[in-house]
């Protein structure tokens, strides 16, 4: 089956300092990444979606200043976390949908829990 | 805009028996597809089930099944004989034919009992 990966599986970081992680489709070609935020006993919340070779389109309300989004290829995607703070705390989960794909089925990456002190 | 809503944010079920979990969505469109998601303690999202709109027939995966009532916008899930290892969340999603968001709905958590 696809398999996507994350890396790093937890981070923690000072406040003020960039984090990154990144996402990777392992067996297959991934026309389009996204980036979830999920906070604790709370659904996923979508923060951008990424196509390889343009600019990311963010959800409202997420700072794209903020929140970096590069798909420099068709596997792989990455997410930093600029000047951190203690809320942006939270677990991120990237997934890919395959160049194939016919129902638009996403493949979830295990996650990233980032904790900023 | 399209909406995802599971009202049950609990569920309890004993081993070996059924229990089923509601999902209902809000769209304009004929086009979509709905999932079923489970992601247990690891947090990895793991598919259940899928259903496209224009299919009337349930889909079925093992002890697996959704009930798809398109037009009262009606997407539950029913697990049978329920295993220890079925406890987890689950988040019902929506997403619409051409267009890549997927929408997910509050989740209900499921506990297993012995």
């Known amino acids: 089956g696809a398999v996507v990966s994350q890396h790093p599986s937890w981070v923690i970081c000072k406040s003020g300092t960039s984090v990154k992680i990144e996402c990777r489709s392992l067996d297959f070609q991934a026309t389009t990444m996204f980036w979830y935020r999920q906070f604790p006993k709370q659904s996923l919340m979508l923060m951008a979606t990424?196509?390889?070779?343009?600019?990311?389109?963010?959800e409202q309300g997420v700072e794209k200043d903020k929140f970096l989004i590069n798909h420099a290829s068709l596997t792989l995607s990455t997410l930093t976390v600029t000047s951190a703070h203690p809320e942006d705390s939270s677990f991120y989960i990237c997934?890919?949908?395959?160049?194939?794909?016919?129902?638009?089925?996403?493949?979830f990456g295990p996650g990233t829990r980032l904790t900023v002190l | 805009a399209q909406t995802v809503t599971q009202s049950q944010p609990e569920m309890s079920v004993q081993e070996a028996e059924t229990v089923t979990l509601s999902c209902t969505y809000d769209?304009?469109?004929?086009?979509?597809?709905l999932f079923w998601y489970k992601q247990p303690p690891s947090r990895q999202m793991i598919l259940v089930i899928r259903q496209e709109a224009y299919k009337q027939q349930n889909a079925t995966e093992n002890r697996f099944s959704v009930n798809f009532q398109k037009a009262a916008k009606s997407f539950s899930l029913k697990i049978s004989d329920s295993q220890l290892g079925d406890a987890a969340m689950y988040f019902c999603a929506y997403t619409r034919n051409g267009n890549n968001d997927m929408r997910f709905g509050a989740g209900t958590r499921l506990t297993v009992k012995p």
């Open positions: 769209t304009s469109e004929s086009d979509y597809y």
């Open positions: 990424s196509n390889e070779g343009s600019k990311a389109t963010y």
């Open positions: 997934s890919a949908r395959a160049l194939a794909s016919w129902d638009n089925e996403q493949f």
